[in-house]
Nanobody
Framework: QVQLVESGGGLVQVGGSLRLSCAAL????????MGWFRQAPGKEREFVARISSGSTTYYADSVKGRFTISRDNAKNTVYLQMNSLKPEDTAVYYC?????????????????WGQGTQVTVSS
């Protein structure tokens, strides 16, 4: 069992930066592949980034070069550094944990989810 708690969302201007954190409660955090997803109003939840248990990273094309996912297993925390933010990045951001190494861009792969944190980019 893994409980996930996101923080760090907020209101930022276009071009600004935010760092999201996701703290995991559980002793097996290091074994999980961690993902960030986002959901804008009226849209489906979409994949943003993923970091494997071995720290291999993957990104959606829409955020590549602007967002960076990282993890600190000693702190049971995964991060999403978001730079050069755009209005289209506005969404609720969720972190998720998966034991599977397959289909890592699919929300259905992930067993555990946080409650989400709102990111609003104003123009």
């Amino acid at each position: 069992q893994v409980q996930l708690v996101e923080s760090g969302g907020g209101l930022v201007q276009v071009g600004g930066s935010l760092r999201l954190s996701c703290a995991a409660l559980g002793r097996t955090f290091s074994r999980y592949n961690m993902g960030w997803f986002r959901q804008a109003p009226g849209k489906e939840r979409e994949f943003v980034a993923r970091i494997s248990s071995g720290s291999t990273t993957y990104y959606a094309d829409s955020v590549k070069g602007r967002f960076t996912i990282s993890r600190d297993n000693a702190k049971n925390t995964v991060y999403l550094q978001m730079n050069s933010l755009k209005p289209e990045d506005t969404a609720v951001y969720y972190c998720a944990a998966a034991s599977s190494y397959d289909w890592w861009s699919r929300a259905s792969t992930y067993e555990y989810w946080g409650q989400g944190t709102q990111v609003t980019v104003s123009s």
